[in-house]
């Protein structure tokens, strides 16, 4: 084909000369481009559409001149990515249906009962099988240990006190306390063992 042949061609003629040209374009891209650019010359016979050949390569060498910009209409509409429609979101309640709002409350009651009865076996079976203790031993407990904290004190506490007075330096104060220290807290711990023992005798026989 030569110059003289190519001043008018067919759209299709178009794109396969575009291609020798390093310009790739479909049919239906070069269509709308066509629609785009009346700079391009057109011939029309009958239903067939003659592209004028030096002028579309003069168009569509300006465009790529012009930078990546430029070449937003060069784009294959056809593979454009079509979105679909985000489906209903289903309702909560089935339609045509009449709420009973006595009867949600009582739902609601019967599923907060059943939850606390599940929460108390809960807890009574984590105390059958000790890993929880019960209120009223944890007081007595502690009740225990707090009468054993406060008598270690005061019968060490004048001990302690000379053992201050009689010290040499202020590092063997420090020790004198610290020791007064150790034997208050040691009182409290072991009178809590004590009470442990005695309140789960299968406990200590394990051990």
Known sequence: MTETDTLWVSQADAVQLLAREGDKISQQALSEYLKKHPEVAKRHEGRRVWVHWP??????????ARGPASQAPLLDMAH???????????????????????????AEADTARSEA?????RVLADEAEGRVISRDTAVNAFTSAGI???????????????????????????????KYENQVRAAFANRLSEFAVAAEPDLAAAE
């Open 148 to 178: 054993a904290l406060v008598r270690a004190m005061e019968e060490a506490r004048m001990v302690a006190v000379d053992e201050v007075r009689a010290a040499n330096d202020v590092r063997e104060a420090v020790l004198a306390m610290r």
């Open 80 to 106: 454009e990515p079509t979105v679909s429609p985000a489906p209903d979101a289903p309702s909560d309640a089935p339609k045509g249906r009449i709420v009973d709002p006595l009867a949600a409350r009582r």
């Open 117 to 121: 009865e599940a929460r108390r076996a």
């Open 55 to 64: 002028s579309l390569k003069s168009s569509r060498a300006t465009r790529a």
